[in-house]
T-cell receptor, first 112, second 114 residues
């Protein structure tokens, strides 16, 4: 059972465009929603995270939008750059366990 | 700060063999978690060690076992390897005693079972 569903599986955008990745969760006990970025041959690295008491969090070109009632959250990458090409994972944790439940990942390719 | 370090980076084993993977946590972290990442999938939680005890475990068989040492480093052991155990094994360290910390991942060990 996939507790965190992520889409799309792959995404191709042009340089300067907006990349949007969507996730949905089922477990209402989740209370922390991080996004990880993974480059080939590397482990995932925390990109940005949000708690459900806010609807949006922005850090530079990266924004998380959170809809608690719909149990959905999304990552927006503004002005996408070729260096953003990577696999992105949404995740969710509960109870301060810091044991993320990951989505299946989105492979993002940004063309120059 | 070297971050989370894992060894070896790559490993090839034969079906039925046993393997040991190693992890040194980020400085200041006392908790180590292990994940299995199959090709094209997100990481799946195997177990977490804190104070040399297995604190939580994911849905993995007993063939997967671990250990944490007094210096907080950890080992993942897999017995009776199956072809399906081929994956990237990730170690993550954290420090739950500190609020708002997060898990830092190592670069992983790529295990291939032939």
């Amino acid at each position: 059972q996939q507790q965190v569903k992520q889409s799309p599986q792959s995404l191709i955008v042009q340089k300067g465009g907006i990349s949007i990745i969507n996730c949905a969760y089922e477990n209402t006990a989740f209370d922390y929603f991080p996004w990880y970025q993974q480059f080939p041959g590397k482990g995932p690295a925390l990109l940005i995270a949000i708690r459900p008491d806010v609807s949006e969090k922005k850090e530079g070109r990266f924004t998380i939008s959170f809809n608690k009632s719909a149990k959905q959250f999304s990552l927006h990458i503004m002005d996408s750059q070729p260096g953003d090409s990577a696999t992105y994972f949404c995740a969710a944790t509960s109870g301060g366990s810091y044991i993320p439940t990951f989505g299946r990942g989105t492979s993002l390719i940004v063309h120059p | 700060d070297a971050g989370v370090t894992q060894s070896p980076t790559h490993l090839i084993k034969t079906r039925g063999q046993q393997v040991t993977l190693r992890c040194s946590p980020k400085s200041g972290h006392d908790t180590v978690s292990w994940y299995q990442q199959a090709l094209g999938q997100g990481p799946q939680f195997i177990f977490q060690y804190y104070e040399e005890e297995e604190r939580q475990r994911g849905n993995f068989p007993d063939r997967f076992s671990g250990h944490q040492f007094p210096n907080y480093s950890s080992e993942l052991n897999v017995n009776a390897l199956l072809l399906g155990d081929s994956a990237l094994y990730l170690c993550a360290s954290s420090s739950p005693g500190h609020p708002d910390t997060e898990a830092f991942f190592g670069q992983g060990t790529r295990l291939t079972v032939v």
